[in-house]
């Protein structure tokens, strides 16, 4: 059993093959379908993520099953200097080929409230939000303010290319088997 931030995961051993349960407390149950679908379709992509196997929920809680993948979570220390090199090269390539996925929707995947139809809609509230808060804790000038208003009007004005950010990146997060990414 492992206790993240924010699931729980049990290893299950079913003599034939290892899967992975991960369980979403009540508050994040709302994300499991979302994560199976994008899990998928990064998996189907060849990015190395988890091989997801179903999803569902239970009562108030969501639940995630995927097969078990073999490894060690990452220390550098562990990986001669040339593994280190070839190993962060892998990595920068996988989190390329995720950062290319595309979503449906917009916005934290954690928060339901906060999913937008379109980037326009997610940046247009994420820079009001932040500029009703700036406001309210007056620290700058008003010349000031009304300069940093200006510029994210233009920089709204500009084309963004959209894509998925992994959030969690961390070296727990990340499992090397044989001194390569699994």
């Known amino acids: 059993i492992y206790q993240g931030g924010m699931n729980y995961v049990y290893t299950i051993d079913l003599s034939d093959q290892i899967v992975m349960l991960k369980a979403y407390p009540p508050s994040r149950s709302n994300i499991t379908e979302f994560e199976y679908n994008m899990l998928l379709r990064a998996y189907e992509r060849g990015v190395k993520v988890p ?9 108030v809680f ?5 097969h078990y993948i073999p490894g060690k979570d990452l220390k550098l220390e562990d990986l001669s200097s040339d593994q280190q090199v070839s190993f962060a090269s892998d990595l920068m390539e996988n989190i390329t080929k995720f950062s290319e996925l ?5 916005g934290a995947i954690d928060q339901v409230d906060s999913s937008y139809d379109s980037w326009n809609c ?19 000038s008003a010349g000031k303010f009304q300069d940093i208003c200006s510029f994210l009007k233009q920089y709204r004005k500009h084309d963004h290319q959209t894509g998925m950010a992994f959030g969690d990146l961390k070296s727990e997060n990340i499992i090397v088997n044989e001194g390569k990414l699994a």
């Open 102 to 106: 595309k979503s449906p929707v917009f």
């Open 51 to 59: 091989q997801v196997i179903s999803f569902g929920k239970h009562n």
């Open 62 to 66: 969501g639940f995630l099953f995927y």
């Open 122 to 140: 997610f940046l247009t509230d994420t820079i009001e939000t932040g500029l009703v808060n700036l406001k309210s804790i007056e620290l700058i």
